[in-house]
C-alpha cells in the first residue's frame, strides 16, 4: 500500500542519501579532483581543506555521522512500523560473527551468552551518547562502543568490531531501510 513520506521521515531519507553520497565521494577520490581543487570554503578556506587533506572524507566523524542516520533515526522516526519493531532482530541476528572484542557486567547479561545480549540497543546507545571511540590495534582498525547504564556509569557494556566490518553492516541495514522505505519513495 502507498503512502505518503512524513515531514520526518523525509529528513530521514534526506540524512540516507546524503551519508551515501559521501560515501561515493570518498570512494572516487574527490578530494583529489580537479573540482574540489577549485573549491573555495566561503569562511575558513585553509584550515577546512587542511583538515580534509589530513583526515579525508572517510574520517571517524564522518563515519560517526553515518552511524547516527543508521541507528539512532530509524529508532525515533520509524517508532512503531514494522521496521522498527524487527530491526534489532535483524542487526542482532547478523553482528554476532563481526564482534572482535565484548564485555558486559550488565546484571541481566553475561560474557558467555551472546544469543541474548541486544548489540542493537547498546551500540544505538552508544552511537546516540556520542561515546564510540576509533582504534588501531595490531595494524587493523576498530570501532569500540560503549553504553553506559544512564544511573549507573560502573555497569557497561563494550563491543569493538572491525571498522570495515561496521562498514559491512552499516551497507546491510541502509538497504533495509531503503527497501522498507521504498513503496513511499517512489512516489
Not at 535483524?90 to 564482534?99: S, W
Not at 587493523?140 to 572491525?162: H, L
Amino acid at each position: 500500500m502507498k503512502r505518503t513520506l512524513t515531514f520526518e521521515e523525509s529528513i530521514f531519507c534526506q540524512a540516507l542519501a546524503t551519508t551515501e553520497l559521501l560515501h561515493l565521494l570518498s570512494d572516487s577520490n574527490f578530494l583529489e579532483s580537479d573540482y574540489y581543487k577549485n573549491l573555495q570554503f566561503p569562511a575558513n578556506n585553509d584550515p577546512l581543506k587542511y583538515i580534509l587533506k589530513h583526515s579525508g572524507i572517510g574520517n571517524p566523524a564522518t563515519f560517526q555521522m553515518f552511524l547516527y542516520a543508521l541507528l539512532v533515526m530509524p529508532k525515533e522516526i520509524l517508532k512503531n512500523s514494522e521496521f522498527e519493531r524487527n530491526c534489532g532482530a535483524y542487526f542482532n541476528a547478523i553482528i554476532i560473527k563481526f564482534i572482535y572484542n565484548f564485555e558486559t557486567n550488565y546484571s541481566n547479561e553475561a560474557n558467555t551468552d551472546l544469543a541474548h545480549i541486544n548489540f542493537y540497543n547498546h551500540i544505538r546507545n552508544s552511537v546516540a551518547h556520542s561515546n564510540c571511540c576509533y582504534k588501531t590495534i595490531e595494524g587493523c582498525d576498530y570501532v569500540i562502543f560503549r553504553d553506559e547504564a544512564p544511573f549507573n556509569k560502573e555497569q557497561y557494556c563494550k563491543i569493538t568490531i572491525k571498522t570495515a566490518d561496521v562498514g559491512t553492516l552499516l551497507t546491510n541495514l541502509q538497504n533495509k531501510i531503503i527497501e522498507y522505505l521504498n513503496p513511499s519513495l517512489k512516489e
